[in-house]
């Protein structure tokens, strides 16, 4: 069956520090992976997505970038974090047939 | 753009009565419709899915959604809430990109509180 793991489950960095998320996909290939965020326990904010090896979609203008180095492997990165970038980040993988997503645990980052 | 709106930020209800979250979409074309349940701390559980068929469309633990197509709307609903029933609700909508694929859009969320 197909799993999905992001890691790690929580993060406190200061600001300025890099960021690294990291989420792989098992059981499938091919997937089209996406990294959401989500302020204050309310409405997700699409931030990323892709549908293949090196094909990064942005949805808003931000502080972060995402990359896919292999095909089951979506990475959140930031090169130097902001106050603005606390929240929860979630990873997702939506099936080929692009019906439900499934969701990672998610991370909560904290930046002081 | 797809786009789908929850119109209510909290639904209380008693345990035992029924409950109803709200959705209404905008979509061209035919929708497909979501529902997602978030527990504090988690990431999303998909609940159930209208791509076509019966207008009302079951799902895991208990809840069902009608697709309205007059009314544009597709509401969770359940018979009879339980306490742990009590968490926060998502409805989606897939929406094209134009690269052939597509992405999830969700709404704000509606919090679910069922009282014992």
């Known amino acids: 069956s197909q799993t999905i793991h992001q890691w790690p489950a929580t993060l406190v960095q200061p600001v300025g520090s890099p960021l690294s998320l990291e989420c792989t996909v098992e059981?499938?290939?091919?997937?089209?992976l996406y990294w959401y965020r989500q302020a204050a326990g309310r409405g997700l904010q699409l931030l990323f997505y892709?549908?293949?090896?090196?094909?990064i979609s942005s949805e808003v203008p931000q502080n972060l970038s995402a990359s896919r180095p292999q095909d089951r492997q979506f990475i959140l990165s930031s090169k130097k974090l902001l106050l603005s970038d606390s929240g929860f980040y979630l990873c997702a993988w939506i099936t080929v047939l692009n019906t439900e997503a499934f969701f990672g645990q998610g991370t909560r980052l904290t930046v002081v | 753009a797809q786009s789908v709106a929850q119109p209510e930020d909290q639904v209380n209800v008693a345990e035992g009565n029924p409950l109803t979250v709200k959705c209404t979409y905008s979509?061209?074309?035919?929708?497909?419709l979501f529902w997602y349940v978030q527990y504090p701390n988690r990431g999303l559980q998909f609940l159930l899915k209208?791509?076509?068929?019966?207008?009302l469309v079951k799902g895991s633990y208990g809840f069902e959604a009608e697709f309205n197509k007059s009314q544009t709307s597709f509401h969770l609903k359940k018979p009879s809430a339980l306490v742990s029933d009590s968490a926060l609700y998502f409805c989606?909508?897939?929406?094209?990109?134009?690269?052939?694929?597509?992405?999830?859009?969700f709404g704000a969320g509606t919090r679910l509180f069922v009282k014992a």
């Open positions: 059981g499938t290939s091919n997937p089209n």
């Open positions: 979509v061209s074309g035919n929708p497909y």
């Open positions: 989606a909508v897939r929406d094209p990109i134009n690269t052939g694929g597509f992405k999830t859009i």
């Open positions: 209208y791509i076509t068929g019966d207008n």
């Open positions: 892709s549908v293949g090896i090196g094909q």
